[in-house]
C-alpha cells in the first residue's frame, strides 16, 4: 500500500475504526487523516463501506472500535462540538416538494449559530433566479447545488459531500464540480464521498480507496498512478509483410509480457524498457514501426488493480 508522508494540520484523524450492523462488517480497519484546506476523496466500489465511514465521522452512527475525531473533538461522545462546524451533504437528500429553494435554506440557516447569508449563498451557486421556486421544480443540477448550499450553511470548516454527482447530464458535473474548486479556494475543507474516477482525479488533492471496508492505497492521485507505474504499454502498427518472425522475437525479448494483435496494430505491455528494446529488435530485422503511441495510465487503472473490482461506469445522462 502507498503511504504518504503525514499531512499537515489535521482536522479528521480516523484511526483503525470499525462499524458493524449485526453480522455485517460494513468497515473493517479504516484510518485516515485529512488536512486543513484541501479536497480529501473517498473512493471505492459499492458497499465498501464509504457512506458508513463519514456518518460514523460526523456523529451520525456509533463506530464499534477504533476512534475518530473531527477538529479535534470525538464526534461519537460530544456531536455538539463539532455540529456548527462540519456540514454534511448525504446521498439522495431530499427535501419536502414544495419547500422553495430559499425557504429551505432558511430553515436550515436557523439550525445555526452563524449561519451563512442564504442570499449569498444562492448567488454563489448559481441559484438567486431559483429562489422561489419550489424544489420539485428544480433540475437534477439544481437540486444538487441546493443540498450543497444546506451542507455549507452553516458556515461549516468542513463539508462533507457525499456522491456529489451522480445523476448529473456531463455540463452540470463539470459546472459542480468548478464549484467545489470555489468552495474549497473560500478555505472550506472538503471530503468527497464518490465511485467516480475522473471526478476524484479531478478534484482530489489527496485521496483514500477503500474497499471492503479497509483502505487499500492512499495518497495524491499522481502518487498513486506512479506508485504502481512499474509497467508501460503501447501500441503499434506494423508494416505490411512483416515477417512472422519479427513478431516472434518481439514476443521473446525478457522486457515483454505480452504482445496482442488489436485491429491493425499490436499491442505490447511489459517493463519499462519496453519500448526500446522493442524498437531496436525491430530494426535489427529492417522493420520500422509506421505509429507508435504509448498509453497512459489513469487512477481508474489503479482501482481496478487495488480492488479487483470492475470501474464504475462513467456514464451520466446526456
Ligand atoms: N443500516 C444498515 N444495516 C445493515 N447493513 C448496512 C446498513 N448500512 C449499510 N449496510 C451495509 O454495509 C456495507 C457498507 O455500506 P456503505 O453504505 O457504507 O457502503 P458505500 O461504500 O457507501 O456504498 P455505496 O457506494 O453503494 O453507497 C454494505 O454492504 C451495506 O449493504
Given at each position: 500500500m502507498?503511504?504518504?508522508?503525514?499531512?499537515?494540520?489535521?482536522?479528521?484523524?480516523?484511526?483503525?475504526?470499525?462499524k458493524t450492523y449485526g453480522e455485517k462488517v460494513a468497515v473493517a480497519d479504516v484510518s485516515l487523516t485529512v488536512s486543513r484546506g484541501e479536497i480529501f476523496g473517498i473512493l471505492g466500489p459499492n458497499g465498501a463501506g464509504k457512506t458508513t465511514t463519514v456518518e460514523t465521522?460526523?456523529?451520525?452512527?456509533?463506530?464499534?472500535?477504533g476512534t475518530v475525531r473531527v477538529l479535534g473533538a470525538d464526534p461519537q461522545s460530544h456531536p455538539e462540538?463539532?455540529?456548527?462546524?462540519?456540514?454534511?451533504q448525504l446521498q439522495e437528500s431530499r427535501l419536502p416538494a414544495k419547500i422553495r429553494a430559499r425557504e429551505a435554506l432558511e430553515l436550515y440557516a436557523s439550525f445555526y449559530r452563524d449561519p451563512a447569508d442564504?442570499?449569498?449563498?444562492?448567488?454563489?451557486?448559481?441559484?438567486?433566479?431559483?429562489?422561489?421556486?419550489?424544489f420539485k421544480d428544480l433540475s437534477g443540477g439544481q437540486q444538487q447545488r441546493l443540498s450543497i448550499a444546506l451542507a455549507l450553511v452553516g458556515n461549516p470548516e468542513i463539508a462533507v459531500l457525499d456522491e456529489l454527482t451522480t445523476g448529473l447530464d456531463p455540463q452540470a458535473r463539470r459546472d459542480t464540480w468548478a464549484l467545489i474548486e470555489r468552495v474549497r479556494d473560500s478555505g472550506v475543507t472538503i471530503l468527497l464521498v464518490t465511485h467516480f474516477m475522473d471526478e476524484a482525479e479531478r478534484l482530489a488533492d489527496r485521496l483514500a480507496i477503500i474497499d471492503d471496508g479497509r483502505v487499500v492505497a492512499e495518497g495524491t492521485p499522481t502518487e498513486l498512478i506512479a506508485a504502481r507505474d512499474d509497467r508501460r504499454t503501447f501500441r503499434m502498427r506494423l508494416p505490411e509483410h512483416t515477417p512472422a518472425d519479427a513478431v516472434a522475437a518481439v514476443r521473446d525479448?525478457?522486457?515483454v509480457e505480452a504482445i496482442t494483435p488489436?485491429?491493425?496494430?499490436?499491442?505490447?505491455?511489459?517493463?519499462?524498457r519496453v519500448l526500446p528494446d522493442v524498437v531496436i529488435a525491430l530494426a535489427h530485422r529492417d522493420v520500422v514501426p509506421g505509429e507508435i503511441r504509448t498509453l497512459t495510465r489513469s487512477l481508474?487503472?489503479?482501482f481496478v488493480e487495488v480492488t479487483g473490482a470492475p470501474a464504475e461506469s462513467q456514464e451520466v445522462p446526456a
Open positions: 502507498t503511504r504518504p508522508t503525514r499531512p499537515a494540520d489535521p482536522v479528521i484523524e480516523i484511526s483503525h475504526l470499525r465521522l460526523a456523529g451520525l452512527r456509533q463506530a464499534d472500535g462540538a463539532i455540529r456548527d462546524r462540519l456540514g454534511i442564504p442570499a449569498e449563498l444562492l448567488a454563489m451557486l448559481g441559484l438567486t433566479d431559483k429562489a422561489e421556486t419550489a525479448l525478457p522486457q488489436i485491429g491493425d496494430e499490436y499491442e505490447v505491455t511489459g517493463g519499462h481508474e487503472d489503479v
